[in-house]
């Protein structure tokens, strides 16, 4: 039940935009953006709620379609900081939180 | 300072020999879960707690066992490690079920088992 991201990796430069997708084959309830630092524990981004809000934290955003059961992640201007692995977490309102395979995204100057 | 904390951050063992990953928070949060991450499968839920003496199975509880006799603690116990059991493992909680809160994660815990 794992939600399959795309793509793997992504190599940026500094200002670039990217985006990044999460699919499920199951309605889902909630998802979940997080971004983990090498040797470093995921950090929570945000959460969006059935209901097809967008949110957003600096210039990372995010949507939730739930037609398709797809979010999309999106990186505007990107700067190095944003380098990492980012993850998308999925709820069907069971309690479980799946995770996705991870998408690496490098910021090159 | 609002943190899980997970014990120990690194072991070597070998097979067979049981051994304890301890998850404590002390945010006073319902909901804790284990998760383990290995390269190219992303993270995978083990078990998760909803609450004091309320557990379940996550994606893949095969091979270890949990407890939750406190709402601060929640550790993950491999009876009779095998060398699949080998490793990163996070520790995480949330203030109540996944659906609706951000979570939480402790640093790692490493395992290699030989």
């Known amino acids: 039940q794992q939600p399959v991201q795309s793509p793997q990796a992504v190599i940026l430069r500094e200002g670039e935009d990217a985006v990044i997708n999460c699919s499920s084959s199951k309605a889902l309830y909630s998802v979940h953006w997080y971004r983990q630092k090498h040797g470093e524990a995921p950090v929570f981004l945000m959460i969006?709620?059935?209901?097809?809000e967008q949110k957003g934290h600096e210039k990372i955003s995010a949507s939730f379609n739930e037609k398709k059961q797809q979010s999309s992640l999106y990186l505007t201007a990107s700067q190095l900081s944003y380098s990492g692995t980012y993850f998308c977490g999925t709820d069907l309102n069971d309690y479980k939180l799946s995770f996705g395979a991870g998408t690496t995204v490098t910021v090159r100057a | 300072e609002a943190q899980v904390t997970q014990n120990p951050r690194y072991l070597i063992t070998v097979t067979g020999k049981k051994l304890t990953v301890t998850c404590s928070q002390n945010m006073n949060h319902e909901y804790m879960s284990w998760y383990r991450q290995d390269p190219g499968l992303g993270l995978r839920q083990i078990y998760y707690s909803m609450n004091v003496e309320v557990t379940d199975k996550g994606d893949v509880p095969e091979g270890y066992k949990v407890s939750r006799k406190e709402k601060r603690n929640f550790p993950l116990i491999l009876e009779s490690p095998s060398p699949n059991q080998t490793s990163l493992y996070f520790c995480?909680?949330?203030?109540?079920?996944?659906?609706?809160?951000?979570?939480?994660f402790g640093d790692g815990t490493r395992l290699s088992i030989l």
């Open positions: 995480a909680s949330s203030a109540r079920t996944a659906a609706y809160q951000p979570q939480h």
């Open positions: 969006l709620l059935k209901g097809g």
